[in-house]
């Protein structure tokens, strides 16, 4: 199995490409799906969850050709089955029953089951779908879904916001006849690309990016090439690792109106941040301060930042409070920061963090992908040699994160347990 071995305090200093974002490219491949014509992606990053759900589309029937970030969909689906294997892998997995419901009037995708971060329900996906038309049954493991005459528009009400439910309902609601109105959505950078890559099929969809979403249902969807949105995520995780080496980072790329939340924190850290359109350069020539945050929907801090925010709050001046608001098991990190010598006490769904000089390098894993990343921070700040293990986490939603890092001074090799 692979590994990091990291050798950490050397501050980053150099530009970092933002690839295109995971979370917005999953939904995007699903929605090839939903066309007979050609969909062609730019911008597509190249990580094992990309990869998978290309092979599920593949698995239903679709033409499948990747070119270096650009990723072409063509063919017609034959095959309405996600199975197990494929969707217990990545949860995004769920996205398909949206397209495929809408396109062919069925649907049967395996249920995701809990993971690491929390037991990630999908009945808000299913209620949408009921209200859009669908008869739904779950048996043995599975979704099934049936619209035999079609889904209809309808006023959906999502009783809590969810990002993946959001763009299932859209997918669907965008093939559905009549007008749909959904209410209480996510308002992620990562459904406005959809939205747009959608309407340029042809859909017609008003409202992405506030809390109300109209779409008028059309009868089919055409030819359309779209350019996947940065990752604020991994120019999030960029971003912190700058502050908290004490380096100085250009992120191109990088939209900052994706990062209010994030940015206005390190500043209040104490970190120098310039922003352009499309670029954030982050800058710190001192030990950050320590702020509190609370993680929400976006725009509020996002939860995909929370691990590698805690890492940098591990090493700053004075004490910090931490609440994971959007996932139940969310601090996974936190056994393995303090095997750094990380003091974290952590009570339900708040961890406070007292700040220490620094950490002590250690052998450490994590379980899941932010985890794993936040585990690297750690390393990269921490005089001295660390290891971080399954690393495949991060292979998940970080493409060449070992080059990039090492661009800018990172000493940071990936092993293998045989080498
Ligand atoms: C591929 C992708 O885009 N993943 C992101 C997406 O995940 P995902 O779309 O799975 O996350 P949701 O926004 O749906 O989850 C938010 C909350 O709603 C709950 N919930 C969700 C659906 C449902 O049917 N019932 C229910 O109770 C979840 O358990 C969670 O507590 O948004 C999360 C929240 O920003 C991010 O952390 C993930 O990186
Ligand atoms: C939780 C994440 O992804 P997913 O929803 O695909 O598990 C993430 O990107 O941090």
Do not use: W
Not at 143 to 157: D, M, N
Not at 387 to 394: C, N
Request: hydrophobic share 45%.
């Amino acid at each position: 199995m692979d590994y990091l071995e990291i050798a950490g305090g050397v501050p980053l200093i150099g530009d970092i490409k933002i690839s295109g974002a995971k979370n917005a490219a999953l939904p995007l491949l699903a929605a090839g799906l939903m066309t007979s014509e050609t969909l062609t992606l730019d911008n597509v990053p190249n990580l094992a969850d990309t990869i998978l759900m290309e092979d599920l589309l593949r698995h239903h029937g679709l033409d499948v050709a990747r070119d270096g970030e650009t990723v072409t969909l063509a063919g017609v689906a034959d095959n309405f089955d996600a199975p197990y294997d494929l969707v217990r892998k990545m949860r995004a997995s769920i996205l398909v029953l949206g397209p495929l419901l809408a396109r062919f009037g069925e649907a049967r995708v395996s249920l995701p089951g809990g993971c690491a971060i929390g037991t990630r329900p999908v009945d808000l996906h299913i209620r949408a779908m009921q209200a859009l038309g669908a008869v739904v049954e779950l048996a043995d493991g599975y979704i099934q879904a049936r619209s035999s005459k079609g889904l209809k528009g309808a006023r959906v009400v999502f009783p809590m916001v969810s990002v993946g439910a959001t763009e299932n309902a859209m997918m669907a609601a965008a093939l559905a006849d009549g007008t749909s109105e959904l209410v209480n959505v996510a308002r992620e950078p990562e459904i406005i690309d959809l939205a747009n890559c959608l309407n340029a099929m042809g859909a017609q969809i008003t409202g992405a990016g506030t809390d109300t979403i109209v779409i008028e249902g059309v009868a089919s969807l055409g030819v359309a090439r779209h350019a996947v949105v940065a990752d604020r995520i991994e120019a999030g995780t960029f971003a912190i690792a700058a502050a908290m080496t004490e380096g100085d980072l250009r992120l191109q790329g990088a939209l900052p109106k994706h990062l209010d939340a994030l940015i206005m924190v390190l500043r209040e850290a104490g970190a120098d941040i310039e922003v352009g359109t499309d670029y954030i350069n982050v800058r710190a020539d001192k030990r950050m301060r320590s702020v509190d945050i609370v993680t929400d929907p976006f725009p509020g801090f996002p939860t995909d930042l929370q691990a590698q925010f805690m890492a940098m709050m591990c090493v700053a001046d004075g004490s910090s409070r931490i609440s994971e608001t959007i996932f139940e098991n969310r601090f996974m990190h936190v056994p393995e920061l303090v095997r750094m010598g990380a003091d974290i006490r952590v009570d339900g769904g708040l961890a406070v963090v007292r700040g220490r000089e620094t950490l002590t390098p250690a052998p450490v894993m994590a379980t899941d992908l932010r985890a794993s990343v936040s585990l690297v921070l750690a390393a990269l700040a921490t005089i001295g040699t660390s290891k971080v293990s399954r690393i495949y986490h991060l292979d998940r939603g970080y493409s060449q994160l070992e080059t990039k890092l090492g661009n800018c001074g990172a000493q940071i090799i990936r092993k293998s347990e045989t080498d």
